[in-house]
């Protein structure tokens, strides 16, 4: 089937309008029409090659709302017309220890990204969502609650879960004491999400205009991390720390605002490395802990506990053709908190 989207053709060139075939839908398929896809910091990541191994052509995408246009004969989990969603996956082995646990993401084979990777043939590219179609094994499919806002939702599918998964494994619950580093399409929703876990939030940010947004998030505190002597103050005091920052910076002095066994969770993901001092890992007995969005079920889990909550992002509407706009606005983070591509216009 031929579908119409945006790519990068290498790492220096804007994204530019690229038509391209997706299979038709097999027996276990969904074939999905595109309504919405948001734009993640890793498609900028990816489509610069910052971390290296991009493949080109190159269509991001993981943050994907749409409705379902017609099933293979042997998937039946979802109906003609349903509003669903697929993540920042699209197939994995299904056999290993971790697929059969849901947790696909750490499949041991290798999971299949929903861009930029090969599929299980070793030869086709897979291509993201900045695109007005997509078929998906209707096990890498989620189902979207009613009464959730589509395009709203689109950012829960990578930022939600990416964020989701690790709070829930750090046991955060009410009372719990959060601080989220960088207040961006991850953080914000780092924010709202432990928040309504009963946390009470810091946001430790580097940008003084982000404070009443903070607030009105979530958070109790807002702190300018990156001023001297800035966190001299908050020495011991979180439960577990959520890093989502996408460029190199300081996590020694972070780490010391942990409590002894405190969990300083590393989402954010910079292409350079990030230097630890071992003492403030070692005298508070604390751990970093890498977290790597969620697998199906808690993909599932977290949308239906957005749903019952009516949770989702707060968003910048964009159309293809300023998608290159919003990579740069993303970068200076003007954005309030996540650009949402309307796919419709593909
Ligand atoms: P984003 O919207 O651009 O937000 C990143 C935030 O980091 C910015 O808003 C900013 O917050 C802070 N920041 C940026 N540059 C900084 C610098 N040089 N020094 C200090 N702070 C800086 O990005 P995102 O979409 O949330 O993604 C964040 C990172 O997570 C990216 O690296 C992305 O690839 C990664 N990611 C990882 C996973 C995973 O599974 N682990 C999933 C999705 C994304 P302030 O203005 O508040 O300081
Ligand atoms: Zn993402
Ligand atoms: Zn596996």
């Known amino acids: 089937m031929r579908a119409r989207g945006y790519a990068a053709r290498s790492a220096q060139t804007p994204l530019a309008p690229f038509q391209f ?72 082995c299904r056999v290993c220890s971790h697929c059969t646990a849901g947790h696909e993401n750490y499949c041991e084979k290798g999971v299949t990204t929903t861009y930029g990777s090969l599929e299980a043939d070793g030869k086709t590219p897979t291509f993201g969502g900045y695109s007005n179609l997509i078929v998906v094994d209707e096990h890498f499919v989620l189902s979207l609650p009613d009464g959730l806002d589509a395009a709203a939702s689109a950012p829960l599918l990578c930022a939600g879960i990416t964020t989701y998964a690790p709070l829930r494994e750090a046991g955060v619950t009410r009372g719990s004491r959060v601080a989220v580093m960088g207040l961006g399409g991850l953080g914000h929703m780092a924010v709202k999400l432990a928040a309504s876990f009963g946390a009470e939030v810091t946001v430790l940010s580097h940008s003084p205009r982000k404070a009443e947004d903070a607030r009105r998030l979530g958070a109790r505190e807002f702190v300018l991390a990156d001023r001297p002597r800035a966190l001299a103050g908050l020495a011991g005091r979180y439960d577990a720390i959520v890093d989502t920052i996408s460029a190199r910076h300081d996590i020694s002095g972070p780490l010391n605002c942990l409590r002894r066994e405190g969990t300083l969770i590393l989402v954010g993901a910079s292409p350079e490395p990030l230097a630890v001092s071992p003492f403030s890992l070692i005298a508070g007995h604390r751990t970093i802990l890498g977290s790597l969005v969620g697998g199906m079920p808690q993909t599932q889990e977290m949308l239906d506990y957005c749903g019952s909550q009516g949770i989702t992002s707060d968003i910048e509407m964009t159309p293809p053709d300023r998608i290159n706009e919003a990579y740069d606005r993303a970068c200076s983070g003007d954005v309030k908190y996540r650009f949402v591509i309307d796919c419709a216009q593909f």
Do not use: M
């Open 21 to 92: 075939e997706r299979r038709t839908p097999g027996a276990r398929d969904v074939h999905i029409r595109i309504d919405f896809c948001g734009i993640c910091h890793s498609d900028i990541h990816a489509a610069r090659n910052e971390w290296g191994g991009t493949l080109y052509p190159c269509v991001p995408g993981h943050e994907i709302i749409g409705r379902v246009v017609e099933t293979g004969k042997d998937a039946r989990r979802f109906k003609e017309g349903q509003r669903v969603g697929v993540g920042c996956f699209v197939d994995s």
